[in-house]
């Protein structure tokens, strides 16, 4: 028998080969769970009814089951969250229940990631846990991605007593999106610059809008040239900061946005005109804001804002910033009324075929109400239940100092929803079709009228596509 | 003689014979094919397939979450074209992007290659350091560049200010500074490749060349300009062509550091076309793509066809 010589030409021959079919077998479609589009119901129509399949009547014991969980919660938050799961994997574990979850975050990519799944008809997470969704989540839920809670809720012993009043987001009598933290605006004040200035927060504060452009033009460092190089009161130049301010007094005046009908627009008008003019005074009359800034957060952190409008959100990362001592107050009297944006950080479940998918997913979420105090016992989010609400560990914690104002703005009742609108983003808070047309206005390049036409016009465009998904706060 | 002539024509006719025999499935060709086949099946599977339905998306009026998918023909170009003030104004603004970067993109890349291939002191250190940038994710790049063109502590306006001149320009808050700020940090991170590609160039231009220039009489200018820089020209055009369809595709900088302000001044087509990705319009996005692609082809082509250039 003769010994055959492996050539150069024949290992060549073997390995392509062997590279071909490792090819197609990297290529092969893995076995995943698909699932069939939801029925989408038309634009401009409410949201689907419960429509659940009737759930097991239990889920298969032993069932070993993988879940993915997409958290949308920039640090320290989401890392909390992600310990939270991975607490619960053990427990999971220790039961032998065979249920496991894998986590991802998704903070900068959630929208390109939500549309890649809807076009795929598939690839949507089993939870998600996650900070201001409003801008989306009505698209998802009239399309009918994101089932609505109650049924799965009930089916694991869930309670909505707890819940704190103002704190659930209905829609046509359906929870969408569990509120685990409710939040607010309020003005955060740099109280080295007051005292340099002389002010007294608890004897003299800045109450009322008159008297916050007061404040801020005692805190205001500027210039020879008479340029301001410390912002009395934060606005960037352009973007979504001006956008925000200008909701706020929009607000307090009485407008909105949009009308109570969510069909057409309600800022075309004397109260958006004097909005927009604050917004104008401030850099050019009173001079208290730097119209160059770009970057509101970097801002404020490294001390260079004396008074800075935005969410309790920013709690947290002020504790940590380094010489940053500072104090809150309540969003101010705008003729009498305050407005303060309320949001959420939201929990949702996506729809699955199997339906024990989806009740692994409440059961999560109704795991972590019960375990929810150390993320509220280490941030300054508020909390959406009485009994974490009553904890030692809550009351107890740093921030509580600074979240008067908030829980102030949810019992007196001045709160104002975000806008969420399926075909298009129309918050205050970071809409591109309010930024774009507003940005023209505090550039200088058109006037007030023209750019409230423009934004209207813009609006009302988007409206005839669908009107604004209208949440009740219960 | 004849028999030994007669004799190679009879070898070369069966040598003929052989190789028309061999054809398409001779086993060299198998062999060939056989390693060429996962690339195909990647090709396609990742390429040629997205890109036709992609094509096929851009003519429908496909929004997954909103209505079914219908054939709406060139409707979706038509209303880009004609009707969508925010895209028209994206492609001026890409379009600014790109007459501020390429040609500085290529002029500059073309001086430090010169510089490099000189071997002058500090050269290999200098390849290392005006390439680095190119490594970095444009995440990177947009945050940091972020910070330093900030208009009041911005590293650039410091310096700027410490040898005397203004100190104050609004690199990012400004709609006129916005693309210049960001055509900045574009040069800075894409200008090693540049730099790259033309010194593989100018060390493959013959010495001999350079040197009979020299003999006859030629100073450094003169051979520069009548040997060097014909002899480059392939690889300038490549260069440009790279740096123009880079400039035409930028997303990242003004993702990061503007978000497409202030009041859209530095949203570009590609900006443009991922907020209705984001929107889920997707027939919408799909044809923005397509209509780039177009525009970059007839630039291309108008630059061919003016320098009467074979880009092959």
């Known amino acids: 028998m003769t010994q055959q010589k492996l050539t150069r030409r024949k290992f060549l021959a073997i390995t392509g080969t062997a590279a071909l079919g490792a090819a197609a077998a990297a290529c092969a479609p893995a076995a995943s769970p698909t699932t069939a589009p939801p029925t989408s119901a038309p634009a401009g129509t409410s949201a689907p009814a419960a429509t659940l399949a009737p759930a097991a009547t239990s889920a298969p014991s032993g069932q070993a089951m993988t879940l993915q969980a997409w958290i949308s919660r920039g640090a320290p938050q989401g890392d909390i969250i992600g310990q939270l799961i991975d607490k619960y994997n053990a427990d999971q574990a220790s039961k032998n229940t065979g249920i496991k979850w894998e986590y991802q975050s998704v903070t900068d990519s959630i929208d390109a990631k939500l549309a890649a799944a809807a076009t795929a008809g598939k690839g949507f997470p089993n939870g998600y846990i996650g900070d201001d969704s409003l801008a989306w989540a009505s698209r998802y839920i009239q399309a009918g991605w994101v089932v609505p809670l109650n049924p799965l809720l009930q089916q694991v012993g869930f309670s909505f007593d707890d819940f704190l009043p103002l704190t659930r987001w209905t829609l046509n009598g359906n929870d969408y999106m569990l509120n685990y933290g409710p939040s607010g605006f309020l003005q955060y004040i740099n109280m080295d610059h007051a005292k340099e200035a002389g002010l007294d927060l608890q004897n003299d504060p800045p109450d009322t809008l008159d008297k916050m452009v007061e404040w801020a033009q005692k805190m205001t460092k500027k210039d020879a040239s008479g340029n301001v190089t410390r912002s009395g009161f934060l606005i960037t130049g352009s973007g979504l900061q001006p956008t925000v301010v200008w909701g706020h007094i929009l607000q307090a005046l009485g407008s909105s946005l949009v009308g109570p009908d969510g069909k057409t627009t309600n800022f075309n008008n004397a109260n958006g005109k004097q909005a927009a003019q604050f917004v104008l005074d401030a850099f050019n009359k009173y001079k208290i804001s730097d119209p160059n800034l770009t970057d509101r957060y970097k801002e404020w952190g490294t001390g260079n804002a004396s008074i800075f409008w935005s969410g309790d959100w920013v709690i947290g990362s002020s504790l940590a910033a380094k010489d940053l001592h500072f104090d809150t107050w309540k969003m101010p009297q705008v003729n009498g009324k305050r407005a303060s944006q309320a949001s959420l950080e939201s929990m949702m479940i996506f729809k699955q075929d199997d339906p024990n998918r989806m009740l692994e997913a409440a059961k999560l979420f109704k795991w972590m109400f019960a375990n929810f105090t150390p993320l509220y016992a280490q941030t300054g989010d508020l909390t959406s239940v009485k009994s974490i609400a009553n904890s030692d560990a809550y009351k107890n914690r740093p921030a509580n100092k600074y979240l008067g104002p908030v829980q102030d703005a949810y019992a007196n009742g001045y709160t104002f929803p975000q806008n969420s609108n399926p075909v298009q983003d129309l918050n205050y808070y970071g809409s591109q079709v309010l930024i774009r047309n507003l940005d023209n206005v505090w550039l200088g390049k058109m006037s007030i009228e023209d750019g409230l036409n423009a934004l209207e016009k813009d609006v009302q465009g988007v409206l005839a596509q669908a009107p604004l998904v209208q949440f009740k706060l219960i | ?312």
Do not use: C
């Open chain 2, 1 to 312: 003689m004849k028999e030994q002539v007669l004799a190679a024509e009879k070898q070369a006719k069966s040598q003929a014979r052989v190789q028309a025999r061999r054809g398409f499935f001779s086993r060299h060709d198998r062999i060939a094919y056989s390693f060429l086949i996962p690339f195909a099946i990647l090709f396609i599977a990742f390429s040629l397939y997205p890109f036709l339905a992609g094509l096929y998306l851009s003519f429908t009026d496909n929004s997954p979450l909103v209505r079914e998918t219908h054939f709406i023909g060139l409707t979706n170009y038509i209303q880009i074209l004609l009707n969508d003030r925010i895209f028209v104004d994206s492609l001026k603004n890409t379009f600014y992007y790109v007459i501020i970067v390429v040609p500085a993109q290529v002029v500059l890349g073309l001086v430090l290659a010169l510089y490099i291939n000189k071997r002058l002191f500090g050269h290999e250190i200098s390849r290392m350091a005006f390439f680095a940038p190119f490594v970095l994710s444009v995440s990177v790049v947009g945050i940091v560049w972020g910070w330093i063109l900030e208009t009041r502590y911005g590293l650039l306006n410091l310096s700027l200010a410490a040898i005397g001149l203004p100190g104050n320009t609004p690199w990012l808050s400004n709609i006129s500074w916005v693309m210049i700020g960001i055509g900045l940090s574009s040069l800075w991170w894409h200008i090693g490749i540049s730099m790259v590609l033309f010194l593989a160039g100018l060390q493959d231009i013959p010495a001999e060349l350079r040197e009979a220039a020299v003999i006859d009489g030629a100073n450094g200018w003169q051979v520069l300009w009548h040997v060097t820089l014909p002899l480059l020209r392939p690889v300038g055009v490549l260069v440009f062509i790279l740096a123009l369809i880079d400039a035409m595709k930028v997303f990242g900088q003004p993702w990061f550091m503007t978000n497409g302000g202030p009041a859209g001044a530095s949203t570009t087509v590609v900006y443009d076309l991922y907020l209705n990705f984001q929107s889920t319009k997707m027939g919408y996005a799909s044809a923005i793509g397509f209509l780039l692609l177009v525009i970059i082809l007839i630039i291309a082509l108008i630059r061919q066809l003016a320098l009467k250039e074979d880009l092959t």
